[in-house]
């Protein structure tokens, strides 16, 4: 059976410093990944996906990169973090091949103090 | 770009009664449309998907390209359904999910 990763589970990080969300996936092969942001009130918000090694998609202009340096892993990164990239992040994935049914991570708080 | 709309942040029922939980998408395509949950300490997870026209945990919903919803529906509802509830499309094509802002439900005994 197929398995998602993420972590760390919490974060509390200062304004300036660097970020590092990773995540894995066990179980497929080339599968579709994903980052998204829930915020209250505004819902999934998708930030980035990938359909493969070093390809990636980003879908709002924000202060976050992400990169996919092996087929079953996913890194959310920041150079410097910024107060409003607070949030709860959540990792996921779907099959390439058939169908959109996405399988989301347990997902990562950030606190940007 | 796909739109999703779930208009209630919030609804609050009691138990048994029926509950609805609104969705409406922008037409365009061939859309494939989900329901995606999330409960009390728990990861979100996918709840109904419309192509399988099924029923979970009591839970329906159909696909009316009319008037371009995907409403939830379920006519008895529990306590264990309060969780928050997302919406979503994707295309057939096997493109990425479009999700609204989901619906908070509360069950209320």
């Known amino acids: 059976s197929q398995t998602i990763h993420q972590w760390p589970a919490t974060l509390v990080q200062p304004v300036g410093s660097p970020l590092s969300l990773e995540c894995t996936v066990e179980?497929?092969?080339?599968?579709?990944l994903y980052w998204y942001r829930q915020a209250a009130g505004r819902g999934l918000q998708l930030l980035f996906y990938?359909?493969?090694?070093?390809?990636i998609s980003s879908e709002v202009p924000q202060n976050l990169s992400a990169s996919r340096p092996q087929d079953r892993q996913f890194i959310l990164s920041s150079k410097k973090l910024l107060l409003s990239d607070s949030g709860f992040y959540l990792c996921?994935?779907?099959?390439?091949?058939?169908?959109?049914?996405?399988?989301f991570g347990e997902g990562s708080w950030l606190t940007v103090v | 770009a796909q739109r999703v709309t779930q208009p209630e942040k919030l609804l609050s029922v009691f138990k048994g009664a029926p509950v609805e939980l609104k969705c409406n998408y922008s037409y365009s395509g061939s859309p494939e449309l989900f329901w995606y949950v999330q409960y009390s300490r728990q990861r979100l997870q996918l709840l109904l998907r419309h192509i399988s026209r099924e029923s979970i945990k009591g839970f329906t919903a159909d696909l009316n390209k009319g008037e371009t919803s995907f409403h939830l529906k379920k006519p008895f509802a529990q306590e264990e359904d309060s969780a928050m509830y997302y919406c979503?499309?994707?295309?057939?094509?096997?493109?990425?999910?479009?999700f609204g802002e989901g619906t908070q439900l509360t069950v209320n005994p």
């Open positions: 990938s359909v493969g090694i070093g390809q």
């Open positions: 179980g497929t092969s080339n599968p579709n």
């Open positions: 996921a994935w779907s099959r390439a091949t058939s169908g959109n049914t996405i399988y």
């Open positions: 979503a499309r994707g295309e057939t094509s096997g493109s990425r999910l479009t």
